[in-house]
């Protein structure tokens, strides 16, 4: 569903598992660090509400989208994460050069994750102006950085149920 008919910080916190128990990485684009900054506002706050705690929340800042596969590399090799948050906000402004950035670092992340079934979340903005991205990072649209920490919250989850036992793949 497009972001413009639904905010992003929507979700069913109800359901949300504890994050007690969990430890996150966090890396953030300095790029455009008014959005980012905001993202990352989002992201922490909602960790900590569904209780990770401080001390298990590594933050490392990288020049530009571009870097955030790399720090989160860096990042995840240098301590234990359940997941690894990745945010950023490429503008796509005059030039075709978002169309580029956002897929490596799409491409990226999926491809760190696969190898080492570890969640790298994909919290990139990729809004055709800066007001989208205003509209995405505490606007009104929400907060794409909740929905971040949100996800990486379930998949950590996921990863800790499965991690050392089998189960039979199911839906609810």
């Known amino acids: 569903m497009a972001s413009s008919l639904k905010n992003l ?23 455009n660090k008014e959005i980012t900054h905001a993202l990352y506002e989002g992201c922490y706050d909602t ?9 298990n929340i590594y933050t490392e800042q990288v020049p530009g989208a571009f870097e955030l596969p790399v720090g989160a590399k860096i990042l995840a090799s240098s301590e234990k ?3 690894v948050i990745c945010l950023g906000c490429v503008v796509k402004g005059e030039t075709s050069h978002n169309e580029y950035i956002n897929q490596a670092v799409a491409t990226a992340l999926a491809n760190l994750s696969i190898a080492t079934s570890k969640p790298f979340i994909f919290g990139l903005l990729t809004p055709n102006d800066q007001q989208q991205a205003l509209d995405r990072a505490g606007g009104k649209h929400g907060n794409k950085g909740v929905e971040a920490a949100s996800t990486a919250i379930r998949m950590a989850a996921l990863k800790q149920k499965h991690g050392t036992s089998k189960h039979k793949i199911g839906f609810s």
């Not at 979700?11 to 890396?27: H, K, L, N, Q, R």
């Open 9 to 31: 910080s929507t979700y069913d916190e109800a359901s949300m598992p504890s994050a007690t128990e969990m430890c996150f990485g966090i890396v953030v684009s300095d790029w």
């Open 81 to 83: 994460m359940d997941a």
């Open 47 to 55: 960790l900590i509400k569904h209780g990770a705690k401080p001390e």
